[in-house]
């Protein structure tokens, strides 16, 4: 995986292509936008997204760079890992390699099945569950040293709720490693709406209002379409979220990267103007505040 990737994309996310067009809907009820959600990942799988692609034995001979790539983990005190709406077949096996005990929660099947094929050929053993990260009841009663998320929380409402259900299956003085896109990113206006780059500056149309749903489509290096949902989520609720339910945060990092001289509108070039992604390290203290 090269440098340049890493910066950009934050925690070792690859590339996934070109977000295409995206607009504001109403959607009825909670099912719909999971509906809409399951169907972009499984369809993702079935095209070969590289969103979906699962990792190797190149990455599994760096699976501590590339998981805590900054070094925040005191991988010491770790013994059990829940991997948070990370299908795909990469955080899970990489966590694994290193033995640790590792759970994996995803609403995707497909997404599960990656992880399953990762597994298999290298000889891990890794807990699969099916679930939304907004219902964590199947691991109440138990506690994990570590939750780790990549990238995710944008698929779903209200990601305070989400924080709620970490905290209640974190081991006391447990860590939460997250990632999250810059909500500004999703306030860029696409093709159905008007130009992002006006020749010298990105234009924001869409105001940074938590909870607003924006429908997305991405288009593959193949030059399929991928649709799926995403949630606006103000640094208020990403951030604030976390202090106000007792969490302490240890590190705070926004990857650098992106190349001016790339394609304007390209995620290479906006990520020259602003980072694409965050990610934040914190604990949850001995005696949490219920």
Request: proline content about 5%; aromatic content about 12%.
């Amino acid at each position: 995986m090269k440098h340049k990737e890493e910066s950009i994309w934050g925690l070792f996310l690859v590339p996934i292509g070109k977000l295409i067009e995206w607009k504001t809907i109403m959607i009825d009820t909670y099912e719909d936008y999971q509906h809409i959600n399951r169907l972009g990942w499984a369809q993702g799988v079935s095209k070969g997204w590289k969103a979906t692609s699962t990792f190797g034995t190149k990455e599994l001979q760096h699976s501590k760079d590339l998981l805590d790539p900054n070094n925040w983990i005191p991988w010491e005190k770790v013994k059990s890992v829940l991997c948070l709406a990370s299908g795909g077949g990469q955080q899970g096996p990489l966590f694994a390699s290193l033995g640790y005990n590792v759970t994996v929660v995803d609403f995707s099947p497909e997404q599960l099945a990656q992880d399953q094929q990762v597994a298999d050929e290298h000889g891990f053993k890794i807990e699969l569950i099916e679930s939304d990260i907004l219902d964590l009841s199947l691991l109440y009663g138990r506690h994990f040293d570590l939750v780790y998320q990549p990238l995710s929380a944008h698929h779903v409402p209200d990601v305070r709720h989400v924080y709620r259900e970490v905290v209640k299956v974190l081991s006391p003085n447990g860590y939460y490693f997250v990632s999250h896109w810059n909500p500004i990113f999703f306030q860029l206006p696409l093709s159905d709406e008007s130009v992002q780059w006006d020749g010298k500056a990105y234009r924001l149309v869409r105001a940074q209002k938590s909870g607003e749903l924006v429908h997305c489509k991405w288009e593959t290096d193949n030059g399929d379409k991928i649709a799926i949902c995403h949630f606006i989520h103000t640094l208020s609720d990403l951030i604030g979220g976390l202090c106000d339910l007792g969490f302490v945060i240890h590190h705070f990092d926004e990857p650098k990267g992106g190349n001016r001289c790339a394609d304007p509108e390209s995620l290479e070039h906006i990520a020259s103007f602003f980072p694409l992604t965050f990610n934040i390290f914190c604990s949850k203290p001995q005696t949490w505040m219920k």
